[in-house]
């Protein structure tokens, strides 16, 4: 279960468009940021994506990926022409093929080959028809589905959604944002050739007046028990309170909401059922997933800023800026160290993402009171951060990779910091809940004594 979200210009503070990104995973389907450079290609090369291989282009875009460490695709992020990504699971009616490109890999090939946000639907689009999506995306339980997308850059947004090689894309004007259904029913901007007339010959609807993608290929089942619908409410009435003043630290608040309809803030271990936003696994067909790794975008024309947590949970990380001209670990010793090597599903605590894990699954122990030892200083320091990156976008690279090093560098040391007073809580798991987080730590060798 994900959240992608977007506030157009007309609607942020500063009149720049700003883009949030919630990829939701396996517990230990462990996350990374990697930095890929543009590259060019002879003629007649193939590119190995996850599942597939396809013919390669001849010049592909620099890009800035969020992704799980097994996928060669990603869940989220951007290239060298501020184009940013985020993509969501889709159940549809529609049969799932067992192989294709994953969508998160036609995700990673829009961005290399896409210099704007129309663009990049025609990429994703073109690619359905040629090769089709399909395939496991699930790390250790199988799991099958169709892809939703929102594409934006500094002047444009789209919300592009699939069922099979069927798709429907609109253009966005103000806020808009999706989770695990699809939203676009009667009016799109662009659909496939035979959308609507391939429902009605399956029975879906009678006739055009009849016809609503959402309604006609939506899997009832599956879309509802995701919670799409009640998340997306929830973001999008976050988002709107705070219209003409959404800021980046407004994207990144929305991406830590666990609250609900009516305002309430639900417990992190209901955990049978429900999804929040921000999301925790517990137990249960819903609840075996939570967010891996978070992205916030500033979308400035000139000068583009994005954060990334490259960790577990929004409520227990902090979001960095990077910038894809100066994300470079391999020229940064500092920052090598605290990224680590590429992380596994097994618990490592040289990585990044594994040794965050210590203090999230601690405070999840009991979530609702140990989130309040450190929440305070969390927001104090992203803020010091965001107020360094703003200041730092007309730095050079070299500056800029310094600052990056040194927010990654202080993070880490605070969440050290944070894990002891969290150690010295206790635990009001139920025993569901308990029992499912033993057996997730169990599957990643996680060291029990941690907790």
């Known amino acids: 279960m994900c959240d992608t979200l977007i506030a157009t210009a007309e609607t942020t503070k500063d009149g720049v468009p700003i883009f949030g990104k919630n990829s939701d995973r396996e517990p230990n389907e462990a996350h990374?940021?990697?930095?890929?450079?543009?590259?060019?290609?002879?003629?007649?090369?193939?590119?190995?994506?996850?599942l597939i291989a396809i013919p390669q282009v001849e010049h592909t875009?620099?890009?800035?990926?969020?992704?799980?460490?097994?996928?060669?695709?990603?869940?989220?992020?951007?290239?060298?022409?501020?184009?940013?990504?985020?993509?969501?699971?889709?159940f549809t009616r529609v049969p799932y093929a067992r192989k294709g490109l994953l969508g998160m890999d036609l995700l990673r090939l829009a961005l290399e080959r896409a210099s704007s946000a129309r663009d990049g639907i025609?990429?994703?689009?073109?690619?359905?028809?040629?090769?089709?999506q399909g395939g496991n995306h699930g790390l250790t339980h199988p799991t099958y589905y169709h892809n939703s997308y929102i594409l934006a850059d500094p002047q444009d947004a789209w919300v592009l959604e699939t069922a099979g090689s069927h798709w429907a894309a609109k253009q966005i004007k103000g806020i808009y944002t999706i989770s695990n259904g699809i939203t676009i029913e009667k009016e799109w901007d662009l659909a496939s050739p035979?959308?609507?007339?391939?429902?009605?010959?399956?029975?879906?609807?009678?006739?055009?007046?009849?016809?609503?993608?959402?309604?006609?290929?939506?899997?009832?089942?599956?879309?509802r028990f995701s919670d799409c619908r009640k998340r997306r409410r929830r973001s999008e009435e976050l988002l709107t309170s705070q219209k003409g003043r959404i800021t980046p630290e407004v994207m990144m608040a929305t991406l830590r909401d666990h609250g609900q309809a009516d305002g309430s803030q639900r417990s992190a271990d209901e955990s049978v059922a429900g999804a929040d936003i921000c999301m925790h696994a517990g137990f249960g067909p819903i609840r075996i997933s939570?967010?891996?790794?978070?992205?916030?975008?500033?979308?400035?024309a000139k000068t583009p800023l994005h954060f990334m947590t490259g960790t577990a949970a929004p409520c227990t990380s902090i979001f960095k800026p990077v910038w894809l001209d100066a994300f470079s670990p391999e020229d940064s010793p500092s920052l090598r160290g605290i990224l680590g090597p590429p992380p596994t599903s097994t618990y490592d605590p040289q990585t990044l993402f594994w040794r965050h894990e210590k203090l999230h699954r601690a405070t999840l122990r009991d979530h609702e009171n140990l989130i309040k030892t450190f929440a305070?200083?969390?927001?104090?320091?992203?803020?010091?951060?965001?107020?360094?990156?703003?200041?730092?976008?007309?730095?050079?690279?070299?500056?800029?990779?310094?600052?990056?090093?040194?927010c990654f560098t202080k993070a880490d040391i605070a969440e050290k910091e944070w894990l002891a007073h969290v150690q010295l809580g206790g635990s009001k798991q139920n025993w569901l809940y308990s029992?499912?987080?033993?057996?997730?730590?169990?599957?990643?060798?996680?060291?029990?004594a941690i907790l």
């Not at 009605?200 to 009832?220: E, P, V």
């Open 194 to 223: 035979d959308l609507v007339s391939n429902a009605i010959d399956r029975g879906w609807c009678k006739d055009d007046h009849d016809f609503s993608f959402a309604r006609c290929y939506s899997d009832l089942i599956y879309t």
């Open 435 to 448: 029992s499912a987080w033993k057996e997730f730590n169990k599957e990643a060798n996680f060291p029990s």
């Open 61 to 90: 875009f620099a890009v800035l990926l969020a992704k799980p460490f097994w996928i060669w695709g990603a869940e989220m992020g951007t290239n060298e022409h501020s184009l940013v990504i985020g993509n969501e699971a889709l």
């Open 376 to 406: 305070a200083e969390r927001d104090t320091l992203e803020r010091e951060f965001v107020s360094e990156a703003f200041n730092a976008r007309k730095l050079n690279n070299s500056a800029r990779a310094e600052l990056t090093s040194t």
């Open 32 to 50: 990374q940021i990697v930095n890929i450079p543009a590259r060019d290609y002879a003629p007649g090369v193939d590119v190995q994506c996850t």
């Open 122 to 132: 025609t990429v994703i689009t073109n690619l359905l028809a040629e090769f089709g």
């Open 290 to 300: 939570q967010t891996t790794g978070s992205m916030v975008s500033f979308l400035d």
